[in-house]
């Protein structure tokens, strides 16, 4: 099994940036990708970037997009979303999560979460 621990959330103002880090540990070689979800209060999960181990593809979801750099260090196991002009609507719980595919569904392992806060 994977474990995935998230950090880097925090409180920032509109049009700031924020660095989140997802370390992955256990059995790391069974993960293909590692995805970045978020849910805001009252809301869904929401997907909002993947990226592969091998190889470095990425997926954005539209509200990501321009924003969000997902990039990762393969030699630390680790992925980063790196999120600039960050908007109140980007207020958040980010959950980063391991899978074995690039499918919603094939994402099985995930953190605790870290809480984004953006202040207009």
């Known amino acids: 099994q994977v474990t995935v621990v998230e950090s880097g959330g925090g409180l920032v103002q509109a049009g700031g940036s924020l660095r989140l880090s997802c370390v992955a540990s256990g059995r790391t070689h069974s993960s293909y990708s590692i995805a970045w979800f978020r849910q805001a209060p009252g809301k869904g999960r929401e997907l909002v970037a993947i990226?592969?181990?091998?190889?470095?593809?990425?997926y954005y979801a539209d509200s990501a997009k321009g924003r969000f750099t997902i990039s990762r260090d393969n030699a630390k196991n680790t992925v980063f979303l790196q999120m600039n002009s960050l908007k109140p609507e980007d207020t958040a719980v980010y959950y980063c999560?391991?899978?074995?595919?690039?499918?919603?569904?094939?994402?099985?392992?995930w953190g605790q979460g870290t809480q984004v806060t953006v202040s207009s």
């Open positions: 999560a391991s899978g074995s595919g690039w499918s919603i569904t094939d994402f099985s392992s």
């Open positions: 990226i592969s181990w091998v190889g470095g593809s990425t």
